[in-house]
């Protein structure tokens, strides 16, 4: 056994504050309904802590929280209240909140994930990461979807996996595909944590730019917390 499956997290929203989960399905794409919406610019790009091609950087959306009502998104506003994502003032609400028109739209044949479907990270490469950077490192500043609890590992462990398909419970089975590249949204302030300036030099300087890994389903499956991790061939 490689680890334990430590924490769940899904991100209704894109770039938004997600959820953390007991149990949760994945399917082909990824988490069940993870970054299925986003927040939208009037051309069509998807609000990010980036500009790209496909994505415009939004400052505020890691103000924002996001959690599920059944598959209805619900966003909670740093006023307290919330707006649900089929209520039709969730476009005002939030464009209020940005500071120029945008929308809440869910996906439509352009993917919301930046590079792949499923985003893990070990303890061990969090360890190693607070190490250089002489502080500890906060796992929800990597906005990863599985968080792994790798005692018996050091260093960025999950490095050394590309390639490779790692069963995580008795069903699902993922296979690593590349390393994930952080951005500046490491560095940013939420409404739990302090900026960290200087967190994605440290990144940048420890382990080339990247912290955890990118996946694929192999096969969908059932995950729990809780749950061993195994890497297999």
Known sequence: MTGTLTEVRRYPVKSVEGEVLERCDVTERGLDMDRWWSVRDPDGRFGSGKSS???RRMDGLRDLVAWYDGDVPVIGLPDG???RGDDPAVHEALSTHVGRPVRLEPEDGVSHFDDGPVHLVTTASLAALARAHRADVDARRMRCNLLVDTPDLEGFAED???GREVRVGPEAVLRVVMPMPRCVMVNASTRDLDADPDLLKTITRANDGSIGVLAEVVHPGAIT???P???QS
């Open 81 to 83: 209240t919330d707006v």
């Open 160 to 162: 050394g996996w590309l």
């Open 225 to 227: 917390l809780g749950d």
């Open 53 to 55: 091609r496909r994505f």
């Open 229 to 231: 991790v195994v890497l």
